[in-house]
């Protein structure tokens, strides 16, 4: 009777097993900074993943944001790469992951991040509609720019800096991740 019992329990166990590395291989993923992006995984879950976001990992971290991107959203994050924030005058990053700046790193953060789903596609058509650019309001509350060059995303932000969607479309279970190859910022006040 042991044997039939430990017999069923490992069947269940493999039969669960198998199941779940099906449902994960039958996941339309996309690969971000060697690893892949599970669209039944959050925002969050993902990007501690990818070894090109380790900077805005730690800066979401750092401004306290990881609750909120992991809620349901959804969002659309623009996120600077590793090389984006190395584009940075040196020391930046440094200097806004400090208790201090939390309020001013906030800002930056969620100044890359709309409310709501848009893929490539949904971006592409505002962009048709507004005559070549649309205009994305971020949850920080300004405005980003969204705009083609040729078959190329980019996004501007207030001040004219522009960044190259470098990845688009990476889904996740509460958004989509856009990553970027420039930080952009919010106006200054």
Partial sequence: ???????????????????TMAFAQSEKTVT?????????KNIVENAVNSKDHTTLVAAVQAAGL???LQTP?????FAPDNAAFEKLPAGTVE???????????TGI???HVVAGK??????????????GKATLTT??????????????????????????????????????????DTVVLPKSE
Avoid at 73 to 77: C, D, E, L, N
Wanted: proline share 4%.
């Fill in 1 to 19: 009777m042991k044997t039939i019992n430990l017999f069923k329990s490992a069947f269940i166990a493999m039969f669960f097993l198998g199941s």
């Fill in 32 to 40: 971000v900074g060697g690893a892949p992006m599970y669209p039944s």
């Fill in 66 to 68: 990881v609750e909120t």
């Fill in 73 to 77: 959203g959804p969002f659309t994050v």
């Fill in 95 to 105: 200097t806004l992951v400090k208790p201090e700046n939390k309020a001013m790193l």
């Fill in 109 to 111: 953060l969620t100044y």
């Fill in 118 to 131: 848009m893929g490539s596609k949904e971006i592409a058509a505002a962009i048709k509609k507004g005559n």
């Fill in 139 to 180: 949850v920080q509350g300004g405005k980003l720019t969204a705009w083609m060059k040729g078959k190329d995303l980019y996004i501007s932000d207030e001040n004219g800096n522009q960044s190259k969607v470098t990845i688009a479309d990476v889904y996740q279970s509460n958004g989509v991740i856009h990553s970027v």
